[in-house]
């Protein structure tokens, strides 16, 4: 048996391959985590009963990444800032 796994391993764990960061386009993948599900399956209701998983997998997919780039532009990261201002402010209580 086969694995076609070990030149993805091999690739994402050399010290020669560098593999482009995206980095600068924000921390997208809780984002696209939470909303894969229902952007397949809003795309799967509007492909209709005849869609194939490639379809879907095809539209659905970019529909969660920018669903999960506006998520952590818009959401996500000022929640953070507010969270570290807010842990800034605290002053330690005294007994």
Known sequence: ????????????????????????????????????????????HALGPSSTWWAVFALSLPTAWLLGWLSWHLLEKRALRLKRISLRQRQPVSA
């Open 1 to 44: 048996m086969r694995s076609h796994s070990y030149p993805l391993v091999y690739i994402a764990t050399s010290p020669i391959i560098r593999l482009p960061t995206l980095e600068r386009l924000g921390d997208v993948s809780y984002g696209t985590y939470l909303y894969g599900w229902p952007a397949e399956q809003v795309v799967n």
